[in-house]
């Protein structure tokens, strides 16, 4: 079986009903749940959450809730790994056996099923534990500046002061959209940020974190000039 797991709790607190809240007229949610259903990979697409609310929403978009997390996985310091794994043991316990899982964040209204397609191809034809999309940084870090102890410039790593852009090293960050995993070896790892996670490299302009209200709406422009008929 292939499983998608979209973890949503229901306490945010920068961002009130975060995960259902309406981001361009539909709730955040139903993004990530199209973009499971659409990608054609998924035998199951379910919603991890402590939400009766949540739940309901879920729901009307086409996922499943087989069951409600507990509240001890549901705090601001519970990470999406423990979040995977207590689902994953679930099923387990169901004598219900999961070949591969793909963790779908709740608040990522830019991906794509062609991503999750590729990073479901990635993931088999690597022989990797893991793979998840990555986009790269829109300055080179290694330029990067600190404001020191006395409130002054200072370049954190000094010795590419004088290093040609081009001449750095290229780097990437999560783009913080889903995560695939190859069930038994990640039993064994416990998390998708492994030694043997394969990259799924994605444009900049299709990524963007959302903390904050702010986030949310940088979030909202960019979406409308994405969908700019």
């Known amino acids: ?16 009903h975060k995960n259902i809240k309406l981001f361009m007229g539909k ?5 990530s749940i199209n973009a499971a259903k659409k990608s054609g990979l998924f035998d199951k697409i379910i919603v991890s959450t402590d939400s009766k609310e949540i739940a309901q929403v879920a729901e009307k978009c086409g996922a499943e809730i087989p069951f409600f997390r507990p509240a001890e996985l549901s705090d ?6 423990e979040v995977i794994l207590h689902a994953l043991n679930w099923f ?9 899982v793909c963790c779908i964040y709740a608040t990522a209204p830019f991906v794509k099923s062609e991503y999750i397609r590729d990073g479901f191809e990635v993931l088999r034809n690597t022989g990797s534990t893991s793979s998840f999309p990555v986009t790269t940084y829109p300055y080179p870090i290694f330029r990067s500046l600190k404001i020191n102890s006395s409130g002054k410039l ?11 852009s081009q001449d750095l090293v290229e780097v990437y960050h999560d783009a913080g959209q889903f995560y695939w995993a190859d069930v038994k070896k990640y039993l064994v790892e416990k998390r998708f940020l492994s030694e043997s996670a394969a990259p799924v490299v994605i444009p ?23 969908h700019k008929q």
């Open 27 to 31: 709730p955040i949610i139903s993004y």
């Open 154 to 164: 200072q370049m954190l790593w000094p010795e590419h002061l004088e290093t040609r």
């Open 1 to 16: 079986m292939i499983l998608a797991i979209i973890p949503a709790r229901g306490g945010s607190k920068r961002i009130p």
């Open 76 to 81: 601001d310091f519970t990470g999406t790994d």
């Open 204 to 226: 900049r302009y299709l990524v963007q974190d959302i903390d904050t209200i702010e986030d949310w709406e940088r979030a909202e422009i960019m979406f409308q000039v994405l």
């Open 92 to 100: 387990i316990k169901k004598d219900i056996n999961i070949d591969y």
